[in-house]
C-alpha cells in the first residue's frame, strides 16, 4: 500500500467527462467535448471527494460516433470540405456526436492508501472523472501490483497494447529516465517468464528500436 | 402472425408493372407535348371560370417558367420545429396528452453554431382535453391534437430566430390544414382560427417561413394542364369536370384530359419539365378550399426544387411568396439544407430526431402516471384490449 498525494493539484480537479455505463472491472465515460479524450493508457480517477473512494484506472478504448447509436456517421466533406471546415460547415455535429472512452479498473484509494485491487463497488454512475496529477501517478504507480490485473482484462484491446500503452504513458509523465519503466518491465519478465511470447509483445511495443 | 409473403409475390409484380411509367408512352409524350404548349394566359382565363372536380394550381408567371438556384448567403441562420405527440388514448386510465416539440437553430458563416433542444408540454385540464366551443363539446383526438401540434410548432420556431439576421423558419410537412377541412364548422373554424394567430406571429416579426415536403404526392399542376387541354371550350362550353365525366356513362365519350398519365407534379417537374439540380419552378397558388379561410396574405403558395436527391414541394405564405428577395431566400437556405443533409434539410432531420419519442419513451409516461396513481391508492385498471397488448400471451 502505498501514500497518495492526491487531489489539491489543479490538474487533478480537472473534468475530462462523466461516467455513463459502470461495471465492477471497468467504465465507460462520455467526455465533456467532442474529441477531447485521455490517452490510451492514461491513468485517471473518479470520486474521492470528501469521504468517498478515488477509483483508478486506465483508459483502454475511445470512440467517437453518433450519439445516437442508430444514426452512423457519414462522409460530409470532399477535396474542397474537409477537416475543421467539415464541423463549421455542419454546427450541428457537434450535438449529435460524442466521444466515449472506456477505462480499465486498476484500484482504489481510501484515505491516504490505495489499493491495487478492484473496489467492492462499481464505480458510481454520472460521477465525474478527472485526470491524475503527477503526484496521483507518482502514488498508484509507485508499486505497480496492478500491472497483473490488466493482463487479464479482456476489452477492445488486447491486453498486452493496452499494458505497453499504459507503461509508456506513465514514463512520459514520470520522466525519470526510465527508471520506473525499467522496473515496471523486469517485474512483467519475472511474471510472463513462462509466456514469453506475450511478454516479447509488450516489450515490443514499448520499446520497438531495442 | 408472420406475413405469409409467397401468397402475394404475383399481385406484387403486377403491381410493379403498373407503376412502370413506360408501359404507357403514348400518354406520356401527350403530356410533355401539353406542357410544352400550354399558354398560361389561356390556361388563367380557363381556371378563372372551369367547374373542376380536382385541386388545381393557378401560376404567378409563365407556367413553364424555372428559376436558377441564387447564390447561397454566406451567412444565415435557419430554424425548424418538429412536434411527436401522445394522443389521449380511451385505454390509458388517465385523460391526457403529451406535445414535445424538437427545437433546431442553425447559423451558417465564420461564426457557425447549433442549439437543439426539446420541449414536452404536458395537459390534462379540462379545458385542454376538450376544443373551446360553446355549443358542441368535442374531445381532443388525434387529428385535433395535430392542429395544436402544428400551432405549438409556428410558435416556437417564432422564437428560435431573430428577423435582424437572414433568417428562415422551415416546417416539415404542408401548411395546408388538409386533415380538418371535412371536419365538422366548429373544429374547422377553431383550428383555421389558432393556426392564423401562429402563422401570424411569424409575419409580425418578419420571419419568413416555408414548409418542405418532400416526395409530395400532389397534382395540382398536372391536373391545371389538365384544364389546359380540355376540349369543352373549343366546343364553347364552359368546362364542368363533372358533367364531362358524366358523359363516359351516358354517351361513352372519355374527357379529352384522359389523355394524360395519372403522375404527380414530382414526376411532370422531374422528367418532363427537366427542373435541372438547384433549380425551381414558377410560384404557383393553391386552390384547396380550406385556404379560403386563411388570412389572404397567408394563402398558400408554392414552388418545386430539384434538390439534386428528390423534386421537393416547397410552400410559402403569400406574404413570402410576393417577395422576391425572401423566395430566393427560402429557394437558396432549403437547397443549401438539402445540400447539408444529404439530400432532406439537415435542420428537418435534427428537429425530428430531438422531437421524437420512442416506444420506450412512451411507455415511461404511462408507468410514470400509473406509479403516481398507485401513490394515491387508485388501482389502475386495464382495458381489455390494451392488458392483451402488454402482456401477450399463447
Redesign the interface.
Known amino acids: 500500500m502505498a501514500a497518495l498525494f492526491s487531489a489539491g493539484e489543479s490538474k487533478s480537479q480537472e473534468r475530462l467527462g462523466e461516467v455513463i455505463e459502470t461495471t465492477t472491472t471497468s467504465f465507460v465515460a462520455e467526455s465533456d467535448q467532442l474529441h477531447a479524450l485521455p490517452d490510451l493508457g492514461a491513468l485517471v480517477r473518479v470520486g474521492g471527494r470528501a469521504s468517498q473512494p478515488s477509483y483508478f484506472g486506465v483508459v483502454a478504448f475511445g470512440e467517437t460516433g453518433g450519439l ?1 447509436t442508430s ?1 452512423r456517421a ?1 462522409r460530409r466533406g470532399g477535396v474542397d470540405i474537409h477537416d475543421e471546415e467539415v464541423y ?5 455535429l ?3 456526436l460524442r466521444t466515449i472512452f472506456t477505462v480499465t479498473v486498476v484500484g482504489y484509494s481510501s484515505g491516504s492508501v490505495c489499493h491495487h485491487v478492484l473496489p467492492t463497488q462499481p464505480v458510481p454512475l454520472h460521477y465525474s472523472v478527472h485526470p491524475c496529477s503527477r503526484s496521483d501517478v507518482l502514488a498508484f504507480t509507485a508499486e505497480p501490483r496492478y500491472l497483473p490485473m490488466m493482463l487479464a482484462t479482456s476489452g477492445e484491446l488486447p491486453p498486452e497494447m493496452l499494458l505497453a500503452s499504459h507503461l509508456r504513458w506513465v514514463d512520459g509523465v514520470l520522466r525519470d529516465d526510465h527508471i520506473w519503466l525499467a522496473d515496471a518491465t523486469r517485474r512483467l519478465a519475472r511474471l510472463m517468464k513462462r509466456d514469453y511470447d506475450r511478454f516479447s509483445m509488450i516489450a515490443q511495443a514499448i520499446a520497438p528500436d531495442i | 402472425m408472420t406475413l405469409d409473403l409467397a401468397t402475394i409475390a404475383d399481385r406484387i409484380a403486377q403491381l410493379v408493372g403498373t407503376v412502370d411509367p413506360a408501359f404507357e408512352e403514348e400518354r406520356f409524350d401527350a403530356l410533355e407535348r401539353s406542357w410544352g404548349e400550354a399558354d398560361t394566359a389561356e390556361v388563367r382565363r380557363r381556371l378563372a371560370t372551369a367547374k373542376t372536380s380536382f385541386l388545381t394550381a393557378t401560376p404567378h408567371g409563365r407556367l413553364q417558367e424555372r428559376f436558377a438556384l441564387p447564390v447561397v448567403p454566406q451567412q444565415y441562420t435557419v430554424a425548424a420545429t418538429d412536434g411527436s405527440m401522445i394522443a389521449p388514448d380511451r385505454h390509458s386510465p388517465a385523460r391526457f396528452y403529451l406535445i414535445n416539440i424538437g427545437k ?1 437553430r ?3 458563416g465564420t461564426q ?3 442549439a ?1 433542444t426539446n420541449e414536452p408540454d404536458f395537459r390534462f385540464d379540462e379545458h385542454d382535453l376538450y376544443v373551446p366551443d360553446v355549443v358542441h363539446r368535442i374531445p381532443v383526438n388525434e387529428t385535433i391534437l395535430g392542429v395544436k401540434r402544428a400551432c405549438a410548432e409556428l410558435h416556437s420556431v417564432a422564437d428560435l430566430l431573430d428577423p435582424a439576421d437572414c433568417s428562415v423558419a422551415l416546417q416539415d410537412g404542408t401548411l395546408i390544414l388538409w386533415a380538418i377541412q371535412s371536419l365538422q364548422d366548429a373544429i374547422v373554424n377553431w383550428a383555421v382560427t389558432e393556426y392564423m394567430e401562429a402563422m401570424r406571429v411569424l409575419r409580425e416579426r418578419g420571419i419568413p417561413l416555408a414548409s418542405y415536403i418532400s416526395a409530395p404526392g400532389s397534382a395540382d399542376v398536372l391536373n391545371t394542364l389538365r384544364i389546359a387541354i380540355c376540349d369543352y371550350p373549343e366546343m364553347g362550353l364552359q368546362i364542368d369536370c363533372n358533367a364531362c365525366r358524366a358523359r363516359i356513362l351516358t354517351e361513352n365519350r372519355p374527357p379529352a384530359c384522359d389523355i394524360l398519365p395519372a403522375v404527380t407534379d414530382r414526376y411532370l417537374f422531374e422528367r418532363v419539365a427537366h427542373l435541372e439540380q438547384g433549380e425551381r419552378s414558377g410560384l404557383f397558388d393553391s386552390e384547396s378550399f380550406i385556404l379560403d379561410k386563411y388570412d389572404p396574405d397567408q394563402r398558400v403558395q408554392f414552388f418545386f426544387l430539384n434538390t439534386g436527391r428528390e423534386i421537393a414541394r416547397i410552400e410559402v405564405p403569400q406574404w413570402v411568396g410576393s417577395d422576391p428577395n425572401l423566395v430566393d431566400r427560402v429557394h437558396a437556405v432549403v437547397y443549401d439544407q438539402a445540400q ?1 443533409g ?1 439530400g432532406y434539410p ?2 428537418l432531420q ?1 428537429a425530428h ?1 430531438m422531437a421524437v419519442l420512442s416506444m420506450s419513451d412512451r411507455r415511461l409516461v404511462t408507468d410514470a402516471i400509473e406509479r403516481q396513481l398507485a401513490r394515491h391508492g387508485v388501482v389502475v385498471t386495464q382495458s381489455g384490449k390494451s392488458g392483451s397488448k402488454r402482456g401477450r400471451f399463447v
Do not use: G, M, T
Open positions: 445516437d444514426r457519414v463549421q460547415r455542419h454546427p450541428e457537434e450535438h449529435v | 433546431v442553425l447559423s451558417y457557425s453554431s447549433a437543439l447539408k444529404l439537415v435542420v435534427e430526431e
